[in-house]
């Protein structure tokens, strides 16, 4: 069972220092390194808080991210949330729950009292539903304290939090928001810099003309390109020999896995080129999927085994049709 947890008359009177100058985050600082975990629960949410106010670290950034993506959800991508109202609200839980410790005379309010606190305070201010609250699913995601993990990208720290804020939505019973989501979240889903995502980009794709698969892949695609952003080169209708290496690859090499050529000049190749492609022209959350932690690893090891017998499938595939049309 966790321990009550009281501070000295010392520690208190450090704290009112720093709440009357406003250093709420050097507050929660001096609570952390005062409380032990072991007997305080609670100091979990004072590590994720000190981020959040001071708009760093992994909390902030997945708090943020999102709190962003499921209001624009809900609301059809027809609201935002700004970080001045998320820094307003941070610190309107911070002045409550640092007056609550200075006038319990060093007495630190529970865990579920600091989620309540919490709960009450940001929905109120940001106008938020019960599952939109960041607490929902952060309560349950590991690695608050500190910069965003190193096997957690920027786009993959957004894309996490997509997953709980559509989970939050089918929750609500707003199956319908889904889409909208898609069409606006590209282009205004927070990373940790604070950058913004670009909707559409120039890309090339070097496919197989060979591959019957990759071909009415292609063919697809240029249907969706309307503005153009997206380029296809055929590599099968090339005559680079293996000791005449384009794009520093042999011709074998590129017809092996697929391949493509970001705006910058960068060769890239499997499922990320796919997700380049589809972004060109505007279906950037079809592809989404395929980066999600939980996903990615297994849409890597699909595309592998895929690319090894695709023009065996494809010419397989082509009979089946034949044989029933």
């Known amino acids: 069972m966790k321990q009550i947890v009281w501070l000295s008359p010392e520690i208190v009177d450090n704290i009112k220092c720093l709440y009357d100058q406003r250093k709420y985050a050097d507050a929660y600082d001096v609570i952390i390194n005062n409380t032990d975990l072991d007997q305080f629960d609670g100091k979990k949410w004072f590590v994720a808080a000190v981020g959040v106010n001071r708009n760093e670290g992994y909390a902030s950034s ?50 579920d009292q600091l989620q309540k606190i919490d709960y009450e305070i940001s929905t109120d201010e940001l106008n938020l539903q019960a599952l939109q609250w960041a607490g929902t699913p952060f309560g349950i995601f590991p690695g608050c304290e500190g910069p965003v993990p190193d096997k957690l990208s920027d786009w993959s720290l957004v894309l996490t939090a997509t997953e709980y804020a559509i989970v939050s ?15 606006h979240a590209f282009g205004n889903a927070y990373l940790k810099e604070g950058k913004k995502m670009k909707t559409k980009h120039h890309f090339k794709m070097l496919y197989d003309g060979d591959c019957p698969i990759c071909r009415a892949e292609v063919s697809w695609l240029t249907k969706c390109n309307k503005d153009g952003y997206l380029e296809f080169e055929d590599i099968s209708k090339t005559d680079n020999s293996d000791d005449q ?64 017998h695709r023009v065996k499938l494809g010419r397989l595939i082509d009979k089946v049709i034949a044989w029933f049309v």
């Open 62 to 111: 997945f708090i943020k991210t999102y709190t962003i993506i499921a209001k624009k959800i809900e609301t059809e991508g027809k609201k935002n949330i700004s970080d001045q109202q998320i820094k307003k609200a941070s610190n309107k839980i911070a002045k409550h729950i640092l007056t609550d410790v200075i006038n319990n005379k060093g007495l630190v309010p529970s865990f």
């Open 169 to 183: 939505s089918l929750y609500e019973g707003s199956t319908t928001y889904i889409k909208s989501f898609f069409d």
């Open 245 to 308: 290496r384009s794009y520093g690859k042999s011709k074998q090499e590129l017809l092996d896995r697929i391949h493509g050529v970001t705006e910058e000049g960068e060769l890239i190749s499997g499922v990320e080129v796919f997700r380049q492609s589809y972004n060109s022209v505007g279906l950037g959350w079809m592809m989404a999927p395929s980066k999600w932690p939980l996903f990615e690893p297994i849409s890597d090891w699909g595309y592998t085994l895929f690319a090894r």
